[in-house]
């Protein structure tokens, strides 16, 4: 079976990423917050959110807006696109009743001195209106069709190369 | 001439809190990241896929520290390193209650799958001299959190950078 490729070489620098468009409810945070085991109470507990933390809501925890990038990430590329690294900053949280939206640019295409095929890509996350995330992501995509960067083990995997 | 106190500086460089996770990667939490984030990426969801593409299924890169989040309670549970123990006993060393985490890399190696049970361990890696910034005053540190599965291959690195401080008055 086939499923959905981007290759290297249909990428170039300063290619945008489809947006991502997403209404956040308290279910949203919470079952985040749970996915990812973090039991802490500002991401569950309105009441110990306003009061301990001052803010005005509960809030997405980091681990899940990571996996909310790594999604974002990887619904452009297809399957076979494999994560190399991702870097975060963060600026604001994420509070229900905002919608998320992601953002991606591309700058950078490049191979590296084993042959895998690697994009970076900036991206931005604005929730109610306010960058609340940005991030670097580098990921290894298929230099043509037929190749698949999920193959490379040990020394022909070298995500740290530019990072 | 480093003013780091003997005891950090012979942190540097070394393993330390080394521990193996409390349980296998789970196909349940899989499922459940995956739902949160409404991620749709077969290799982790459809067996014939991610046999075609990773070799069989696997966990989201980005999930690599949630193996380490225990159950809320476990039976017969004794005392359990704290995420980023280093982080910690650097400010307690250096006297400073209040910290930041300014930046935050993940990097990804080999594929994490279910049934594996993965080690992890902290690495200080510098310690900056004191600094001022509008914060207050304190140090910046670099501590690399270390990732293996059971066969010792390494599956990912998270790599941060604190700062911490103490309010200037």
């Known amino acids: ?163 | 001439m480093s003013d780091l106190p003997a005891e950090v500086q012979g942190w540097i460089g070394q393993k330390r809190y080394e521990i193996e996770g409390e349980f296998d990667v789970e196909p349940g939490y899989i499922y459940t990241t995956c739902s949160s984030v409404e991620n749709g990426n077969p290799i982790y969801w459809d067996e014939k896929a991610a046999n075609e593409i990773t070799e069989g299924l696997i966990a989201p890169p980005a999930m690599i520290s949630v193996w380490f989040r225990p159950h809320l309670w476990a039976p017969n549970r004794t005392e359990q390193v704290m995420p980023l123990q280093v982080h910690f006993d650097l400010k307690e060393t250096f006297g400073l209650p209040e910290a930041v985490m300014s930046d935050n890399t993940v990097t990804f190696g080999e594929p994490v799958r279910p049934g594996d049970r993965l080690r992890t361990w902290q690495v200080l890696r510098k310690v900056s001299g004191e600094k001022k910034t509008k914060l207050g005053t304190g140090r910046f540190w670099d501590i690399d959190v270390e990732y293996v599965n059971q066969g010792g291959e390494w599956v990912g690195t998270e790599s941060y950078t604190g700062y911490g401080y103490r309010r200037d008055s």
């Open chain 1, 1 to 163: 079976m086939s499923y959905p490729t981007l290759t290297a070489d249909q990428v170039n620098s300063g290619d945008s990423l489809p947006e991502l468009s997403k209404d956040v409810s308290p279910v949203t945070v919470v079952l985040g917050a749970m996915a990812s085991r973090d039991w802490r109470p500002q991401h569950h507990d309105h009441k110990f959110a306003t009061e301990n933390n001052g803010v005005r809501d509960i809030f997405m925890n980091t681990p899940n807006l990571a996996a909310w990038f790594e999604r974002y990430v990887t619904d452009w590329t297809g399957p076979y696109g494999r994560m190399g690294w991702i870097r975060f900053r963060m600026k604001d949280s994420v509070f229900p009743g905002e919608t998320m939206v992601f953002n991606g640019t591309v700058t950078g295409v490049d191979t590296d001195d084993v042959g895998c095929a690697w994009a970076e890509v900036e991206l931005e996350l604005v929730s109610g209106g306010r960058t609340t995330t940005v991030c670097t992501a580098r990921v290894a995509l298929p230099a043509h069709e037929g190749d698949n960067p999920w193959k490379r083990r040990g020394d022909d995997w070298k995500p740290r190369a530019s990072s």
